[in-house]
Nanobody
């Protein structure tokens, strides 16, 4: 699976962005998907995950109620709607795919770079105060 994330940019605090992750290659609908982010000097952290069907989602506490993950398997795309953005949301955002893992497993991976099967190149999100 090849993944490409896009939609990042510069936004003021309180604003919104919608990230997209387009997949190609192996059947996209077989994979659970996750969004992760990495701020300068920090480790990559979990943001949100969605099951292969889209029926289950899971969020990091820091984004719960503000971010929404969704997917359209017909379009081979997963989305991250980010509302009420805060300066601390500033990071490079990555999408990733994994086969055979639950969304809880994705959320609790100690080393997501090893645990997820495929990664896309990140997209920069910058939130100004």
């Amino acid at each position: 699976v090849q993944l490409q994330a896009f939609g990042g940019g510069l936004v003021q605090a309180g604003g919104f962005l919608r990230l997209s992750c387009a997949a190609s290659g192996r059947p996209f609908s077989s994979y659970a998907m996750g969004w992760f982010r990495q701020a300068p000097g920090k480790e990559r952290e979990f943001v949100a995950a969605i099951s292969w069907s889209g029926g289950s989602t899971y969020y990091a506490d820091s984004v719960k109620g503000r971010f929404t993950i969704s997917r359209d398997n017909a379009k081979n795309t997963v989305y991250l709607q980010m509302n009420s953005l805060k300066p601390e949301d500033t990071a490079v955002y990555y999408c990733a795919a994994v086969l055979g893992a639950t969304i809880i497993t994705i959320a609790t991976m100690s080393q997501p770079l090893n645990g997820m099967d495929y990664w896309g190149k990140g997209t920069q999100v910058t939130v100004s105060s």
